[in-house]
């Protein structure tokens, strides 16, 4: 038992892929956090004065916020002024108009990380809104989706040309106060993406952001905001990976759906950030607000994650169940390797009649990781025939490792029915031989069976993010192959 | 094929097998019974290279190589088969595609091609048809939720779509209700050939009521005590172990109804 299970550790101990610095001069703040900084922010995006005061009021409340440790988590203190709150690539001053203009060295970038816009976009019919730092570099299909309809920008062209849009939503869902993270976003964030699809349109591709910490000690603090009009559909997905450094690296998003009557959405991330050695050394703090909110009826909000990276992990995609009939969903998958630790799950408010919310996450503790699952139900008092499913289940992979499930139901109406499932369950010695036994090598073994635990929510990603979220947990698993 | 001299092993400092010899010929199937805890699930476990059951001393020549040096995925590469006491479950891993993963090893480690999906759905199809057994199992996971008959069937399925040279069938008649005992039993009957060699591990004569070995051999305390034909399993079935255990360590070669135990 023993010695499989090392030998399975071993395999394990993985190096991050992603882990190259690209050479550009970045145009950064000096590190530090006051309200000249906040200006100095809103100015270089020429912001107009109530975007300003928006992020402002925003700061002001930070100010007075505490750190939450209510997670189950240990995380060093962060400085928050050492922080450089903006970078950008120097070569801003002339924005790149279309692909071909962009630094070849920032395509090089995206290549490595197995985006080639050129290629890829094309052939997957994937609209990339790519995000280098903070500010965003190309957006390709652009014009195919205007022809729908569907804006789908940098979250600055949108201030700048759907101000309108921007106001009336920005906040609406996780108010800019929030919580210490989601306030700390409101107030400083550099860029980010924006979505909106008309009524009674579906959005005719995959819309997908890739993002991407580069200069050292900058924060990332993105903010995304999706609005789906009456009747309409979008799915999305981004994907996120940041260098090796031997700092910590903040990143702090928030991220906000808006379903209207009859809409639906998916959100699907496959995050990858940099984890952090084997000895605990460096990488992301992902501190993540995501909300979506079913906003009318019958109204469909689908959040799927598969999460590998950072060093810390602390997020809880939620859906505000507002409109009856309407549905929320949270597939999840959260693997810690080493020292990684994640605390994540969701929350699912019932509001409104009727509605139903779905949640399926699967944790994969390996090394000394710590995996949490934590999750809210809440069933309000006029959510007459509200139902939930819960299903939360842990493998673990050696003997350092940890799983934890905290579930917390709070049920107002009588008629609610709710159901939590949980297993916890070790990578068996005895699944590792059967395979062995039948001819299959250890690593296929290992990937196999992981894959076979995550199963339920692969199906959930759009089909070619499938396959990527499978090949990332398994180089995530895989040690230095033999 | 197998030629077993002296094996010992032992399992967390415990020692289970004592010297134990064992030849099987190339197309032969043997029985091996004993009583409970006499060592017969460590030895299918030792010669399959399970983590855990350490050689001390002996042994083991299997095709003319030394098995004991060999990786547990390269001796089933090398047509080595134990069909499993307790099937495990791999929950979310789809059955055809488990066994398309496992015969491509074996086939690669072969030199041979992989077959792609199409050739490997329809070589499963004509074995599940031999077998009678319904392709329903195809689309479900490797054995979750099964019941024990639909386990133990599994198990002779994939049998027969690896071809191994050697099979080990590890109590495969536990657990199963008389009609299922006879499916397998027919299942494995199927898969006897003149170069398929197959060691029936088993605690009760039933089992040879539909698989007639060539041999059987008593296992107890951990050696061999006593070998001969199917009429020794009808003694031990209406005598017990006991007779064996009071009569102390020894091997006969005997015809089939004439085997004793030596004292």
Request: proline residues 4%; glycine residues 10%; hydrophobic residues 35%.
């Amino acid at each position: 038992m023993s010695t499989a299970n090392s030998e399975v550790e071993r395999r394990l101990e993985g190096r991050y892929k992603h882990g190259f610095v690209t050479d550009i001069e970045a145009d950064s703040l000096p590190p530090g956090l006051n309200e000249d900084v906040i200006a100095a922010i809103s100015v270089r995006k020429n912001e107009p004065q109530w975007l300003l005061d928006w992020r402002l009021g925003a700061y002001r409340k930070w100010l007075k916020m505490r750190e939450p440790h209510w997670a189950h988590l240990e995380i060093d203190p962060i400085d928050f002024q050492a922080i450089s709150y903006f970078s950008q690539p120097k070569s801003d001053k002339d924005r790149p108009q279309s692909l071909d203009e962009v630094d070849p060295k920032l395509l090089e970038t995206y290549d490595k990380l197995g985006v080639p816009l050129h290629e890829r976009a094309k052939l997957a019919g994937v609209a990339v809104d790519a995000v280098f730092d903070s500010v965003s570099v190309g957006t390709t299909f652009k014009e195919e989706l205007k022809k729908a309809g569907v804006i789908f920008c940098s979250f600055s062209e949108a201030v700048q040309d759907h101000p309108e849009l921007v106001r009336k939503y920005l906040g609406s869902v996780v108010p800019r106060v929030d919580n210490y993270f989601a306030a700390l976003n409101s107030a400083v964030f550099s860029d980010g993406s924006f979505v909106y699809v008309p009524k009674g349109v579906r959005c005719p591709m995959e819309l997908s952001t890739y993002f991407r910490i580069n200069a050292a000690e900058t924060g990332q603090f993105e903010r995304t905001l999706v609005v789906a009009e009456e009747g309409s559909y979008v799915s999305y997905l981004e994907g996120c990976t940041a260098p090796m450094r031997d700092e910590n690296q903040l990143h702090a998003a928030v991220v906000e759906l808006v379903a209207l009557k009859d809409a639906e959405i998916k959100y699907s991330t496959v995050q990858n950030w940099y984890p952090g050695d084997e000895e605990g050394k460096g990488g992301i703090y992902n501190f993540v607000t995501k909300r979506g909110d079913c906003r009318e009826d019958n109204a469909r909000i689908s959040w799927t994650q598969v999460e590998t990276g950072s060093a810390i992990t602390w997020k809880y995609p939620s859906c505000v169940l507002r409109g009856d009939n309407s549905v929320g969903e949270f597939y999840s998958v959260a693997l810690t390797n080493n020292y990684q630790q994640a605390d994540t799950g969701t929350k699912m408010i019932h509001m409104g009649r009727n509605t139903r919310s779905k949640i399926i996450s699967k944790g994969i503790s390996a090394g000394r990781g710590q995996n949490a699952y934590r999750g809210l139900v809440k069933v309000g008092k006029g959510a007459e025939g509200a139902r939930n499913f819960t299903q939360c289940d842990s493998m673990l992979i050696g003997k350092r490792c940890g799983a934890h499930t905290f579930p917390y139901i709070e049920v107002q109406n009588p008629t609610a029915k709710v159901e939590h499932e949980a297993t916890t369950s070790r990578i068996g010695e005895d699944q590792l031989f059967y395979c062995l036994q039948r001819g299959i090598s250890e690593e296929d073994a290992v990937s196999m069976i992981v894959d076979g635990f995550c199963k339920q929510v692969f199906r959930e990603l759009p089909m070619e993010f499938a396959v990527e979220a499978k090949a990332l947990l398994e180089i995530s698993l895989e040690g230095a192959v033999g | 094929m197998l030629s077993i001299k002296a094996l010992q092993a032992s399992v967390d400092g415990k020692s289970i097998l004592k010297g134990l010899d064992l030849e099987v010929g190339a197309g032969e199937v043997h029985a091996i019974m004993g009583p409970n805890g006499s060592g017969k699930s460590t030895l299918g476990n030792v010669l399959a290279g399970r983590e855990g059951y350490e050689v001390t001393g002996g042994s083991v020549t299997y095709q003319g190589k030394d098995l004991l040096e060999l990786e547990p995925e390269e001796r089933a590469c090398e047509g080595l088969f134990l069909a499993f006491q307790y099937p495990v479950e791999i929950p979310g891993v789809n059955n055809t595609y488990f066994l398309r993963a496992a015969l491509n090893a074996q086939r690669k480690h072969r030199g041979e091609p992989e077959l792609d999906s199409v050739a490997f759905l329809k070589l499963v199809r004509e074995k599940l048809k031999v077998l009678d057994i319904s392709d329903d199992l195809l689309h479900r996971a490797v054995n979750e939720g099964f019941s024990g008959g639909e386990k133990k069937r599994n198990e002779i399925f994939q049998m027969a779509v690896l071809e191994p040279q050697l099979a080990i069938l590890d109590e495969t008649d536990s657990g199963l209700d008389i009609d299922a005992l006879k499916a397998v039993a027919e299942g494995v009957n199927r898969l006897r050939s003149p170069d398929r060699s197959i060691v029936l591990v088993t605690h009760y004569q039933r089992l040879l009521d539909y698989i007639e070995p060539d041999k059987v051999h008593v296992l107890a305390g951990g050696r061999i005590a006593a070998s001969g034909g199917p009429g020794l399993a009808k003694r031990l079935e209406e005598e017990g172990y006991q007779w064996l255990e009071d009569g102390g360590i020894g091997s006969v070669d005997g015809e089939a109804d004439k085997a004793t135990a030596t004292a």
